[in-house]
Structures are given as C-alpha cells and as structure tokens.
C-alpha cells in the first residue's frame, strides 16, 4: 500500500544543509542504520531518493 505523506519544514541554513547531506548520501545512511541488513537498506536508499525528488525550497521572509 502506498501512502502519501506531506511534511512542511521551516529550518535554518544549517538544518537545510543537514537535510540535504542526508538526501545526497541515501547509501551512507541506510549503512549506518542497518548495517547487516541489504533488503532494510534497499529501502532507506528508495525513501531518501523519493524525498530528495520532492524537497521544494521556498525562500519567505517572517514579519514580525
């Protein structure tokens, strides 16, 4: 079953670049949190790529 799922983020510069460090190096992650299993990794590496197609960045200014 397929689910969409919608997020709406308001970070930093440095939040961003995390973001994006993570959404660059979908095989280092996926490594890093499950390291003895391929099929659990195959799957991070699908979620981040699907995430860094999506991520849309919109510059606003907040008034306060």
Same mark, same amino acid.
């Given at each position: %079953?397929? %689910? @969409?799922?919608?997020?709406?983020?308001?970070? =930093? !510069?440095?939040?961003?670049?995390?973001?994006? /460090?993570?959404?660059?190096? #979908? $095989? &280092?992650?996926? &490594? &890093? !949190? /499950? #390291?003895?299993? #391929?099929?659990?990794? !195959? @799957?991070?590496?699908?979620?981040? &790529?699907? *995430? $860094?197609?999506? *991520?849309? *960045? /919109? =510059?606003?200014?907040?008034?306060?």
């Amino acid at each position: %079953m397929t %689910m @969409r799922f919608t997020l709406n983020l308001d970070l =930093n !510069a440095n939040d961003l670049d995390a973001l994006r /460090t993570l959404v660059d190096h #979908p $095989k &280092a992650v996926a &490594a &890093a !949190a /499950t #390291p003895h299993d #391929p099929r659990e990794q !195959a @799957r991070i590496i699908d979620v981040l &790529a699907e *995430i $860094k197609s999506q *991520i849309t *960045i /919109t =510059n606003y200014e907040v008034r306060e």
